[in-house]
């Protein structure tokens, strides 16, 4: 599956931004998904899951209450719906799949990234 990640911009503090993720080749329906992000100088950090079957959402603390996450099957893609950004949210944002969803929040489990699209907050 091939992904390509879209959406990423400049903002201020307090706005919002919807990322997208779209999906090409095999079924999208049977990979769970998820988005990542990577700060300047930092390792790649969980952000959001949800799995294959699209029972349950599973959110990093950091943005619990202001991200969320949504799929859909039949367009093949995945959005990240960002409310309430803070500076500390700049980065790069990946979107991620994998069959399954063991160990998701481990950036090593997952097998298919998007290229990235950057994300700046401003104060």
């Known amino acids: 599956v091939q992904l390509q990640a879209s959406g990423g911009g400049l903002v201020q503090a307090g706005g919002s931004l919807r990322l997208s993720c779209a999906a090409s080749g095999r079924s999208f329906s049977s990979y769970s998904a998820g988005w990542f992000r990577q700060g300047p100088g930092k390792e790649r950090e969980f952000i959001a899951y949800?799995?294959?079957?699209?029972?349950?959402?599973y959110y990093a603390d950091s943005v619990k209450g202001r991200f969320t996450i949504s799929r859909d099957n039949a367009k093949s893609t995945v959005d990240l719906q960002m409310d309430s950004l803070k500076p500390e949210d700049t980065a790069i944002y990946f979107c991620?799949?994998?069959?399954?969803?063991?160990?998701?929040?481990?950036?090593?489990?997952?097998?298919?990234w998007g290229q990235g699209t950057q994300v700046t907050v401003s104060s």
């Open positions: 991620a799949a994998q069959k399954g969803g063991q160990d998701y929040w481990r950036p090593n489990a997952w097998g298919y």
């Open positions: 949800m799995p294959w079957s699209g029972g349950g959402t």
